[in-house]
């Protein structure tokens, strides 16, 4: 439908293949089996979540949140929760909010779930974003920790509205709601300005990143791992050269999974510690930068 080849996309973006959502499947269809995934691996049933934080860009429809749905599929009775909308920082923000609400006391049990269909509002006739997004999802549990066992560190996020245009679903909402124009005029989609969005992500994420360890007094020598935001292999190879990290200490799966927004984080931290990448008592950054613009990094000592 657009003028490409496979190798002019793993040239640009590194991405080799992605993973599309059978036309059946929603984010909260995804959102549900990462939960289980999650509970399943710590080995607690969902009546013992006090929260769900679902970070998402494509819930099922505008209410109920997507964390409602959720909730009621994996039977978690009695917890609260809530969607958060921060694009590709969506993770980012849902963990810096975890860490907070479990910081207080209460809850003890918040599950952050970062998941997107984004193949549902891609023009694939864009040629400049319809090669870029995949589907996926991907769940932490974030909960209590024993003395000496602390996980968060820190975190460092911010945004910047001024780039709001630079990459958007123009209609849909209360601005441009949903007509005959702006479904013909392919409103509903994902538009992008790459070079601005390719330029300041580069320059927000090692900036951020390197502001949230001077802050801490490391450097990245203490780093054991830097889980970037999966949006194009580029981009990553960029930050990692700004911040003067060994790419060994960099987690790259953006060839297998495409840019898949909330979810890249989530799935990247499976793989490395699938890979003994990422072990218990690790230090490790998470990164991103996505639509708003949306700015964020987590500072943690892994724990698993």
Known sequence: MVETSDQWIVDRTGIRQRHIAPPEMATSDMAVEAAKIALE???IPATDLHA???????PDMMFPSTACLVQDRIGAKGAFGFDLVAACSGFVYGLTTAAH???SGEPKKVLVIGADTMSRILNYEDRST???????AGAFLVETAE???EGFIDYLNEIDGSGGDALKMPAGGSRLPASHETVDQKLHCVHQEGNHVFKYAVSKMAETSR???????LSVEDIDLFVPHQANRRIILAVAERLGIPLEKVLINIHEYGNTTAATIPLATRDAVAQGRLKNGDLVVFAAVGAGYTVGANLWRWRF
Do not use: P, S
């Open 147 to 149: 003395e000496g066992q």
């Open 101 to 103: 609400l479990v910081a």
């Open 211 to 217: 502001l949230l360890l001077e802050r801490n007094g």
């Open 130 to 136: 319809c090669i870029l997004f995949g589907d996926g």
């Open 41 to 43: 691996a710590r080995g």
């Open 52 to 58: 769900i934080i679902v970070c998402t860009v494509t």
